[in-house]
């Protein structure tokens, strides 16, 4: 099992180098590229969170990004150096109350995206993990 290391500066203009970086470590698992495409989405929404909402795009603030893949499964970890969030507390962005407002749809997205989704206590941190077997992925909420 591998378990790369990086960090970006919370600049959106390495959300995509760092998304390249992590799916080009598993582009010899054959994935399909439907389950390549939601692993990009979830993984560039997950950074975009980190630079505007926790570090608040303050550029000397990295945000660090560590996977690991092994074992039918990819594990992405994004941390940044905010203060955290009520992660349990995000409304439904689908209900009529919300349909307007801003936020909230990209952690509906990872949420349904991925199979397993994690913050620590403090909520500066997401843990997302897809399964992976032979090109498939196992658990698919779609």
Known sequence: MTDPKFEIP???R???EASTRVLDSIKDLGLDKDIIFDIRLCLEEA???AIKYG???NKDLPVYISY???DGRLEIVIRDQGKGFGHANIPDPRSNSNIL???GRGLFLIRNLMDEVKFNDSGNEIKM???LSGGKSHGCKR
């Open 14 to 16: 390495y959300i995509k």
């Open 101 to 103: 407002k801003h936020g």
């Open 55 to 57: 570090n608040k795009c």
């Open 68 to 70: 690991s893949f092994g």
């Open 10 to 12: 919370s600049d959106p």
């Open 129 to 131: 993990v897809k399964f």
């Open 47 to 49: 950074i975009i969170n």
